[in-house]
């Protein structure tokens, strides 16, 4: 099923060109935002550009994965109202995977293409102290990030079950989660710390890896070697993921009319 829908994509050539453009512009766009801050200050949070362009390509490309993935669980909406989920219910799989491989965006790798690049030229402006331990971190890291936010898009999938038509509700934590994450979090107020921080781990899939990468001071609420602990957050956004996914689903009662 993937396979057809990839093939489908390319096979509108000049469509399929226009999209990879425009996903990269965005990408090229956001990585711009960052330039443009430090153009003005030296150091934000107790990082440098150096720094936050690594926080940002590792930030960058673990969600354009989860999104390339998982990010068309955003049309679980559109399914409720029109009562179309309710032929999900008529194949022998389970739902969630239905709607994890009900379709795949080929121009979000334009996307990830701009993580790849911020995250190698992060990795070579930085004077990142290379070894076993470092490889290691940067593969947790990375693995833990798409698994998060991977966790984010399904939350936000169980979630629409009760509020039907809130995807903008959820999409200020998907997505504004994914640009808290790109940013250093030691500027956080201590709300956003909370919310982004631990309850919706968007500190551990970039900013803490990095800290703990480069021996940087972590703020006080974030100690530097909680960078290691990037599985453990996305374990918890997992659970917490399946565990709203499964009360919507058992709160679901077909589509009515």
Not at 115 to 141: E, F, I, M
């Amino acid at each position: 099923m993937l396979s057809s829908r990839m093939r489908s994509q390319r096979s509108y050539r000049a469509n399929f060109a226009l999209d990879l453009a425009s996903s990269l512009l965005v990408g090229l766009v956001e990585l711009a935002e960052v330039w443009v801050v430090f153009h003005s200050v030296g150091t934000l949070g107790g990082l440098d550009l150096a720094a936050v362009v690594l926080v940002f390509g590792l930030a960058d490309i673990s969600f354009s994965l989860a999104d390339l993935a998982f990010g068309h669980c955003d049309t679980l909406p559109t399914y409720l109202r029109a009562g179309t989920l309710d032929v999900f219910y008529l194949r022998p799989q389970p739902l969630l995977l239905q709607l994890v491989t009900s379709d795949i965006s080929l121009r979000r790798l334009a996307r990830a293409a701009v993580g790849v690049a911020a995250l190698v030229v992060g990795l070579v402006a930085n004077d990142v102290p290379w070894g076993a331990g470092a490889a290691v971190l940067l593969t947790l890291a990375l693995v833990s990030g798409v698994a998060t936010f991977a966790a984010m898009f399904v939350w936000a999938a169980g979630a629409q079950f009760y509020l039907v038509d809130g995807a903008e509700a959820t999409n200020a934590f998907v997505y504004g989660g994914r640009y808290a994450a790109t940013q250093p979090a030691s500027v956080w107020s201590r709300p956003l710390v909370l919310v982004f921080g631990f309850f919706f781990p968007m500190a551990f899939t970039a900013y803490l890896p990095v800290v703990t990468l480069l021996g940087l001071p972590g703020p006080e609420w974030m100690p530097e070697w909680l960078g290691w602990c990037a599985p453990l957050a996305a374990l918890w956004a997992w659970a917490l993921a399946l565990t709203t996914w499964r009360a919507g689903v058992r709160h679901y009662q077909g589509g009515g009319g």
